[in-house]
């Protein structure tokens, strides 16, 4: 058979071509790097450090807001045993059947990973089983922390966290699914200060998941940097005071500093304790608030606006002061066939116009501001009256929405030229339309946060900082763009006599806010009854003391309340006492307002 | 002095083998040493780790050794029919006696020792398989011997698949190589690869594809028989533009690509027509020849298409798929060669070094002690490890054939290609399958998948050779 010894070629052949494409099919997989790829994604596991959320303080060092040790219980079905069921069950207080559901549920995301048995454990729950904890095998607890709110107060201020949205998510890459972010409040608002900086650890885990050690050495792990402590402008003293004053009532009430734009309480009410938003019982109790009457999950100091009333007037007043339509002793008849008012003397000046709250007065100020004769034709001449007039009445904080630092704040209203030309269109309205403005009625809209800021205004006479919440950050005071100097187009003067006549509207007799009257303190201040169309007038009033160096500027809304003298005025007048002596002369008000309930009827 | 060598065994065996061997089983068991390797067993001689006790297996291997040199040269050829009927009992025995392990029934387990006796058969087919063709009056010119080597090939064949164990049936294919070099019909050699070849690729490549492809084979193919002759050359420049224009227009429209088989089909027509008419033309023999192939290919890769698409089962044809591991669920039974080839691909020019690779050491792959290993080799030795091994088993094979090709005995020629021929194709599918190249058949990579079994299997076949040869010039004096 030696002529075929010549085939063995074809066979050599054969054999290395087949080893050589084997060869080069390996040489491909070599530079096909996305295989590099599914391979760190196979053994790299991303764990994620996440820091501690910063403390929240109050103006005077008091902790608002901390973190509290909570523990998850994990289980890892596959490392799990025979275990005495009725002990866990006794345990956690969970039923035999929560207890094998909730196993279930673990094997059925797998077997080898942990999942959250059961979560956020307290700490009482959590030393009573951990003793016991060696007899559960596959089960581990993890520490995480969770926000405790202290005092059961400033719900609305401090806000809560919660798992953070699809859309955040989208929308900073920061984020991941499953991270705890603020959901309102200041936790939301200065958000970026109190989360810190999550740190990243990479490890090798095997095909079940399981870890096997650092990948690289650590070499491209990051540190979790904790989060910033930041102290509120909230003085908590007053905070709880104003939510005591203004408890079975429905409304809001916003103290500021005048001198800092500081916030000193942001009272929303209905509220309710902050505590209830965190942990397992959060959905619950979120569910329930979103369905309680007077939606107690709104920030009403910021969210809501109302028409200012006849506190508006001094707006009035300074504006057609500086555009010169009135001279200071300016006299108008109360003239009540246009506008309604009470029994009162002719006021015979701004200021008196002020103190008696003269709705005819104001009719008459605000013609002029509109109607001011620049052109033949009455609708375009109250069109451009209308426009300079918004213009200059805007600068006193109206129709802006401040970076206060909670979310949802509502910028209010002040309609212009734009807005009647759409609601009825252009040309065809003029100021017999609109007088309902000049007090405060109709389409004005102002937050009582706006309305604070506005008393503050006054009572610096002339400049105002943006109302701002945060005061500190890790102890160093915050000066930053949230507490900006804003100075109005107004002349001092103008101011005085305004602030005159707010004067004599609580210390004069036939004021219309005595019931703000504090002894030993000149408290200025302006009432205002708001008409609203779903019931009984709102009741505002907005003030500031001392007349001279005030400390302190406040506005109150009491919904369907009343008469504005009746109800704000004397909450405003127990605050600014309280926050400027420290106690109160007249504990039968206190008693008197702190036990009275006024609750709307209409569930809104 | 000349006759003192001739009879010690030590100067007369080829230590270039012995060396290789032992160099593929030293790297095996490194290997297999980090494939199982974790932190718990750092021991090497832990017999409770593979790696242990396949350090007991490699010393019981050199027992083995010894005694397969001990034994005379000529026991191998007298007893090659006892031994392959023994072969053959054993086969059967364990298909009524044997264990289930993944599916296959080709396990004895007495204790916990286990042993595949698919592995020893091997041996037993090659001697008897080389005992029948080396007999004196055997040629492939008498095509009862077909019979005689399908018979002797077939029935441990028919058991091992009765077993369940398809990839080691599939070993005794490679026989093919020896029947070719002792003188098999050569048509028939190459027909038969090149139906096993269109078979898989009919349903591994786009059909349409294929049949271009093969008709441009025919065609290049009828062009060289004729030479320089100007009716070739019209016949190839007519299907060289027609494939161009074909693949072109595919790239170009999805639509048209889908109906690129009735494309296919047109220009096979068209070009088998233009063929036709040449014949008859110049009178050339090889234009009808390469006609009569190129239609005959074609047919049969449409109708393998044909019948896997519309004749065959849903079940069946998963199966057909998986067994050619072309199956795209990466989670399901595509997994292993998913993972294989993300462990090999992640290995670079020089891998990720000893104990160090993540992906085998993690268990992402499995089977990767046995019929994985390459994995680990491709991960942590990189390509420079692939290189050397498929090098060295390249020598290997190379150098058993070109012993074989020096012996004077016929039977130890056509064992010694058997042996060659049985290695090929294990390292071929073995590796073939773990960088996806490859039908996922379960079997070992000679002297480096973990099992006794294999090793003294592989052993023994190749030292059995080695005995042989270093009895080579013994033979007719």
């Known amino acids: 058979m030696k002529e075929f010894s010549v085939r063995r070629y074809p066979v050599v052949a054969i054999f290395v071509i087949v080893l050589l494409a084997i060869w080069i099919k390996a040489l491909l997989l070599m530079f096909d790097s996305s295989l590099k790829q599914s391979a760190e994604n196979n053994s790299r596991r991303r764990i994620v450090q996440y820091p501690s959320r910063g403390i929240i303080y109050d103006r005077d060092g008091n902790i608002l807001v901390c973190n509290e040790a909570a523990y998850d219980l994990m289980l890892t079905p596959h490392q799990m045993q025979e275990f005495d069921t009725a002990m866990l069950c006794a345990d956690l207080s969970i039923t035999k059947e929560e207890v094998e559901s909730r196993i279930l549920k673990a094997k059925k995301y797998s077997m080898y990973r942990p999942s959250i048995f059961m979560k956020q454990i307290d700490s009482k729950v959590y030393a009573q089983m951990q003793e016991h904890l060696y007899r559960y095998p596959g089960f581990y607890v993890q520490n995480r922390t969770l926000r405790k709110y202290n005092g059961g107060i400033a719900a609305h201020v401090l806000g809560d966290i919660g798992e953070v949205s699809e859309a955040q998510i989208e929308a900073d890459p920061y984020y991941q699914s499953g991270d705890y972010v603020g959901k309102s409040g200041v936790e939301r608002g200065y958000e970026n200060i109190l989360r810190g900086e999550k740190g990243v650890s990479f490890y090798l885990v095997n095909v079940k998941g399981v870890v096997q050690g650092s990948y690289e050495d650590g070499k491209y792990d990051t540190v979790a940097i904790q989060g910033n402590d930041i102290t509120l402008t909230i003085s908590s003293e007053l905070q709880e005071y104003g939510e005591r004053l203004m408890a079975n009532k429905v409304g809001a009430v916003v103290a500021i500093e005048p001198s800092s734009g500081e916030v000193l309480a942001m009272v929303s009410m209905p509220t309710y304790d902050p505590q209830l938003m965190v942990g397992r019982v959060r959905g619950k109790n979120y569910d329930s608030l979103l369905r309680a009457p007077y939606k107690p999950l709104i920030n009403r100091a910021v969210s809501s606006t109302y028409p200012p009333g006849s506190t508006f007037k001094v707006a009035q007043a300074l504006v057609a002061l500086q555009e010169g339509v009135i001279t200071p002793n300016q006299s108008f008849p109360c003239d009540k066939s246009k506008v309604g008012c009470h029994n009162h003397p002719t006021p015979t000046s701004v200021s008196m116009g002020i103190q008696m709250s003269c709705n005819p007065y104001f009719y008459f100020v605000f013609r002029r501001l509109v109607q001011r004769g620049l052109d033949r034709n009455i609708y375009k001449d109250a069109a451009i009256g209308l426009g300079l007039w918004k213009e200059k009445i805007e600068t006193l904080g109206f129709n802006h929405a401040f970076n206060v630092g909670v979310p949802g704040v509502n910028k209010g209203q002040i309609p212009g030229p734009d807005y009647y030309n759409r609601l009825y269109g252009e040309g065809r309205w003029a100021f017999s339309t609109i007088y309902s403005v000049s007090i405060g009625q109709g389409e004005v809209l102002v937050s009582p946060l706006q309305m604070a800021n506005y008393a503050s205004i006054l009572a610096n006479r002339g400049y105002y900082i943006t109302p701002h919440l945060l005061k500190q950050i890790n102890g160093e005071d915050y000066e930053g763009e949230m507490a900006q100097k804003v100075v109005t187009p107004f002349d001092r003067k103008y101011f005085d006599i305004c602030v005159e006549g707010m004067d004599w509207v609580v210390n004069k007799p036939g004021g219309t806010g005595h019931n703000a009257y504090i002894p030993g303190i000149t408290v200025c201040g302006k009432t205002g009854t708001a008409q609203n169309p779903h019931g009984k007038d709102n009741s505002v009033f907005m003030a500031f003391a001392p007349k001279e160096d005030p400390k302190i500027a406040i506005a109150v809304y009491v919904e369907n309340a009343g008469f504005g003298g009746t109800w704000a005025a004397p909450i405003a007048r127990l605050m600014m006492e309280k926050y400027i002596k420290g106690e109160i002369s007249d504990p039968n008000l206190e008693q008197r307002i702190l036990t009275t309930s006024i609750l709307p009827n209409a569930t809104r | ?477």
């Open chain 2, 1 to 477: 002095m000349q006759q003192g060598r001739r009879n010690n065994i030590l100067f007369n065996i080829d230590w270039v083998i012995v060396i290789l061997y032992l160099a593929l089983v030293f790297m095996g068991w490194i290997n297999i040493y980090s494939a199982v390797y974790d932190d718990t067993h750092q021991s090497i001689l832990d017999t409770s780790c593979q790696y242990g006790k396949q350090l007991i297996w490699i010393g019981a291997a050199i027992g083995v050794i010894i005694i397969v040199l001990l034994i005379d040269s000529k026991f191998y050829s007298t007893f090659a029919y006892v031994m392959y009927v023994l072969g053959c009992l054993l086969l059967l025995s364990v298909l009524l006696f044997g264990k289930e392990v993944n599916g296959a029934k080709s396990w004895f387990e007495i204790g916990t020792f286990r042993m595949q006796p698919v592995e020893f058969a091997k041996i037993a087919v090659c001697l008897a398989l080389a005992r029948l063709m080396s007999s004196e009056n055997f040629s492939f010119k008498v095509v009862r011997n077909y019979m005689y080597v399908g018979i002797i090939l077939g029935i441990p064949m028919l058991m091992i698949l009765l077993q369940n164990d398809t990839g080691s049936a599939l070993v005794f294919c490679t026989f093919i190589f020896v029947m070719f070099r002792e003188g098999m019909n050569k048509v028939l050699f190459v027909s038969a690869f090149a139906l096993i070849f269109l078979f898989i690729f009919a349903l591994l490549v786009e059909t349409s594809l294929l049949m271009l492809i093969v008709g441009l084979i025919c065609v290049i193919g009828m062009t060289m028989l004729c030479g320089r002759n100007k009716y070739t050359r019209i016949v190839l420049y007519s299907a060289v533009a027609y494939s161009l224009v074909a693949v072109v227009l595919c790239i170009l429209s999805p639509e048209l690509a889908e109906k690129s088989i009735n494309f296919a089909m047109i220009g096979y027509g068209a070009i088998s027509l233009l063929m036709l008419v040449m014949f008859f033309i110049s009178k050339m023999k090889p234009i009808l020849f390469a006609m009569i192939l190129m239609i005959g290919m074609g047919g049969f890769v449409y109708s393998v298409d044909y019948i896997f698409n519309n004749v065959l089962q849903e079940h069946q044809r998963s199966r057909i798929m998986d067994l050619l591991g072309k199956n795209d669920d990466v989670l399901g039974t595509g997994y292993n060669v998913h993972q294989s080839k993300i462990a090999i691909g992640s290995g670079g020019m020089l891998g990720k070094g000893f104990l160090h690779g993540t992906q085998t050491k993690y268990k992402f792959v499995p089977e990767q002690s046995t019929d994985f290993i390459f994995c680990t080799i491709g991960e942590e030795w990189g390509l420079l490890g692939i290189t050397v091994i498929l090098v060295l088993f390249g020598i290997l094979i190379v150098r058993i054939i070109n012993k074989a090709e020096r012996q004077r005995s016929v039977f130890s020629r056509i064992y010694g290609y058997g042996v060659a021929s049985i290695l090929f194709f294990h390292v071929a599918i073995n590796i073939g399958m773990t960088i996806g190249l490859a039908p996922v058949v379960g079997i070992p990579l000679p002297f480096f998948s973990y099992g006794g079994s294999s090793l003294w299997a592989f052993t023994i076949l190749l030292f059995i050779f080695v005995r042989l040869d270093a009895d080579r010039l013994q033979v007719f004096r």
